[in-house]
Antibody, heavy 122, light 112 residues
Framework: LQLRESGSGLVKPSQALSLTCTVSGDSMNSGGYSWSWIRQSPGKGLEWIGYIYHSGSTYYRPSLRGRVTISVDRSKNQFSLILHSLTAADTAVYFC???????????????WGQGTLVTVSS | DIVMTQTPLSLSVTPGQAASISCQSS???????????FSWYLQKAGQSPQLLFD???RRFSGVPDRFSASGSGTDFTLKISRVETEDVGVYYCMQAVQFPLTFGQGTRLEIK
C-alpha cells in the first residue's frame, strides 16, 4: 500500500489549500479504515488535522473546525483536504495516512505518504 | 485535549548501548472497550513518520526486535536494547482514545 500527496505548494494568505492523497496498492473500501491528514510545521512536532471514515463520516481538530473539509472520491481511490482562510501559521508539511481506526483491531497510523510542503506567503 | 509528554526530549547514545523513552498521557488511554489506544513512531530525517508499535506493544512489520514497548493507563515506555546508527531520528508517541488525536513533542535520538 502506498499513499502520495499532491496539490498546491505555495498559497497566498486568506486563500485555501487543496491537497489530494492518492492510495495505490489496495482499495480504500477494504478493511473499513479511516484516512487521516496530519501536518508538521517547520522544525515542529506532529498535529493531527482530521480524518474521514470508511462510512464517509468525518472528524476534525476542533481548532480547525470551520476551516477544514476532508472528502473522499472512492472511484479514484483518493481523499482530499481543503483548508480555508490560510495564514502563515498554516505553513507546514502535510501528510496523509491510513488509520488510526479500522473495522478490526486498529489504533495507529500505519501507512504514511511522503508529505508535501505547503507555504503560505504573499 | 489529552496532553502527551515525552521524556527526555533528546538523548545521545553510544552504539550498542541501551536507550529508553517515556511517554505520559494526561488521561488514561484505556477505552471502555478494553483496548489502550497508544502507538509509537520514528521519523528519520527528511522522511515521514513510520509506525513502530501499535496497541501499546505490538511490534509493526519490519521493526527490529531490539525495539520493545510497554505500558498501561497513562505511562508508556519505548526501549532500544542496543542502539544502532540507523535508529537516529525523532520518536513520537500518539494517543487515539479521544479526539483530537494528539502526539508527544518528540524525542530526538542521536549517536555519540
Amino acid at each position: 500500500l502506498q499513499l502520495r500527496e499532491s496539490g498546491s505548494g505555495l498559497v497566498k494568505p486568506s486563500q485555501a489549500l487543496s491537497l489530494t492523497c492518492t492510495v495505490s496498492g489496495d482499495s480504500m473500501n477494504s478493511g473499513g479504515y479511516s484516512w487521516s491528514w496530519i501536518r508538521q510545521s517547520p522544525g515542529k512536532g506532529l498535529e493531527w488535522i482530521g480524518y474521514i471514515y470508511h462510512s464517509g463520516s468525518t472528524y476534525y481538530r476542533p481548532s480547525l473546525r470551520g476551516r477544514v473539509t476532508i472528502s473522499v472520491d472512492r472511484s479514484k481511490n483518493q481523499f482530499s483536504l481543503i483548508l480555508h482562510s490560510l495564514t502563515a501559521a498554516d505553513t507546514a508539511v502535510y501528510f496523509c495516512a491510513r488509520g488510526p481506526y479500522c473495522a478490526g483491531d486498529c489504533d495507529a497510523l500505519d501507512v504514511w505518504g511522503q508529505g508535501t510542503l505547503v507555504t503560505v506567503s504573499s | 485535549d489529552i496532553v502527551m509528554t515525552q521524556t527526555p526530549l533528546s538523548l545521545s547514545v553510544t552504539p550498542g548501548q541501551a536507550a529508553s523513552i517515556s511517554c505520559q498521557s494526561s488521561q488514561s488511554l484505556l477505552h471502555t472497550d478494553g483496548k489502550t489506544y497508544f502507538s509509537w513512531y520514528l521519523q528519520k530525517a527528511g522522511q515521514s513518520p513510520q509506525l513502530l508499535f501499535d496497541d501499546v506493544s505490538r511490534r509493526f512489520s519490519g521493526v527490529p526486535d531490539r525495539f520493545s514497548a510497554s505500558g498501561s493507563g497513562t505511562d508508556f515506555t519505548l526501549k532500544i536494547s542496543r542502539v544502532e546508527t540507523e535508529d537516529v531520528g525523532v520518536y513520537y508517541c500518539m494517543q487515539a482514545v479521544q479526539f483530537p488525536l494528539t502526539f508527544g513533542q518528540g524525542t530526538r535520538l542521536e549517536i555519540k
